[in-house]
């Protein structure tokens, strides 16, 4: 489905029953809506899940240019307000973690419970030079160039060995992501900060982060620290993709927190 929010055209998918709690899935750089699948198929039964393709990304427009992060988040509320939802649990994923805590920030009345996946939600001098690298690339190489490096990051090197059927639905994400979309949303990633001001969110939150993915979960951790009465999973064996690597257990875990 499609709806116009914030200048552009937004797409999303609802699944589960009418009236039931509205769950929210904000993807990362450079995947869709499809890499929510399991969560969907697993929440659906007993919450309105709502998933939608950031600014760029599957099937919503991608505008040239550079993206601001803060209108990605007036993006999420634009499609909100387009569908006429007053309040949401909000969880995101790397972008869509940096998302769910800058709306917790800055608009902590639209959100009942917040988790944020696998984002330290701030950059740094030297992710920012890693971002500017990989726009260059986009830019005079297209995608492809981009889906092994990526994958790389993104997944353990014992993940990688094993080869899951998942790491081919991500590429295939990774290389139909319009060059537009990644390097807009690549700019807005090279240049945000939710970390500073986590102290400030009084939500309930659950930052969860796999054990693989590099400084990820340290930072995490001190996200936690900062934000009173926050949860901290850390999921064992998986990467960047943590809710793709361990389905169960994350899924697990967003239970136990929304039922909380």
Same mark, same amino acid.
């Given at each position: *489905?499609?709806?116009?929010?914030?200048? /552009?055209?937004i797409d999303?998918? =609802?699944?589960?029953?009418e009236?039931?709690?509205?769950?929210?899935f904000?993807?990362s750089?450079?995947?869709?809506?499809?890499m929510?699948?399991?969560?969907?198929?697993?929440?659906?039964?007993?919450?309105?899940?709502?998933?939608y393709?950031?600014?760029?990304?599957?099937?919503?427009?991608?505008?040239?240019?550079?993206?601001?992060? #803060?209108?990605?988040?007036?993006?999420?509320?634009?499609?909100?307000d387009?569908?006429? /939802?007053?309040?949401?649990?909000?969880?995101?994923?790397? *972008?869509g973690?940096?998302?769910?805590?800058?709306?917790a920030?800055?608009? %902590? $009345?639209r959100?009942?419970?917040v988790?944020?996946?696998?984002s330290?939600?701030?950059?740094?001098?030297?992710?920012?030079?890693l971002?500017?690298?990989?726009?260059? =690339?986009?830019q !005079?190489?297209g995608?492809?160039?981009?889906?092994? %490096?990526? /994958?790389?990051?993104?997944?353990a090197p014992?993940?990688?060995?094993? #080869?899951? %059927?998942?790491?081919?639905k991500?590429?295939? *994400?990774?290389?139909?992501?319009?060059?537009?979309g990644?390097?807009?949303?690549?700019?807005?990633?090279a240049?945000h900060?939710?970390?500073?001001?986590?102290?400030t969110?009084?939500? %309930?939150?659950?930052?969860?982060a796999? $054990?693989?993915?590099?400084? !990820?979960?340290?930072?995490?951790?001190k996200?936690? $620290?900062?934000?009173?009465?926050?949860?901290?999973? $850390?999921?064992?064996?998986?990467?960047? /993709?943590?809710? *793709?690597?361990?389905?169960a257990?994350?899924n697990?875990?967003?239970?136990?927190?929304?039922?909380?």
């Amino acid at each position: *489905m499609k709806t116009k929010a914030n200048g /552009i055209t937004i797409d999303y998918q =609802v699944d589960g029953p009418e009236g039931a709690p509205w769950l929210v899935f904000s993807n990362s750089l450079a995947t869709s809506t499809a890499m929510w699948d399991e969560q969907a198929a697993a929440l659906q039964s007993v919450f309105r899940v709502l998933r939608y393709d950031q600014r760029g990304h599957g099937g919503t427009e991608a505008p040239p240019g550079r993206y601001a992060f #803060n209108t990605l988040l007036d993006d999420a509320l634009g499609l909100l307000d387009a569908l006429g /939802i007053a309040s949401v649990h909000f969880a995101g994923l790397s *972008m869509g973690g940096a998302t769910a805590l800058g709306l917790a920030e800055r608009h %902590p $009345e639209r959100l009942d419970r917040v988790i944020v996946c696998d984002s330290p939600c701030q950059s740094t001098p030297q992710s920012s030079q890693l971002w500017e690298q990989r726009i260059a =690339v986009a830019q !005079t190489q297209g995608m492809a160039a981009l889906v092994e %490096p990526t /994958i790389g990051r993104w997944f353990a090197p014992e993940t990688l060995a094993k #080869n899951p %059927p998942h790491l081919d639905k991500v590429r295939a *994400m990774i290389r139909s992501t319009p060059v537009n979309g990644f390097i807009g949303c690549a700019a807005a990633l090279a240049n945000h900060d939710y970390a500073s001001a986590a102290a400030t969110v009084h939500r %309930p939150v659950l930052f969860m982060a796999g $054990e693989k993915d590099g400084a !990820t979960p340290a930072a995490m951790r001190k996200l936690h $620290e900062k934000v009173g009465g926050s949860r901290f999973i $850390e999921l064992p064996g998986a990467g960047h /993709i943590s809710n *793709m690597d361990r389905p169960a257990e994350f899924n697990r875990a967003l239970r136990d927190f929304l039922g909380a």
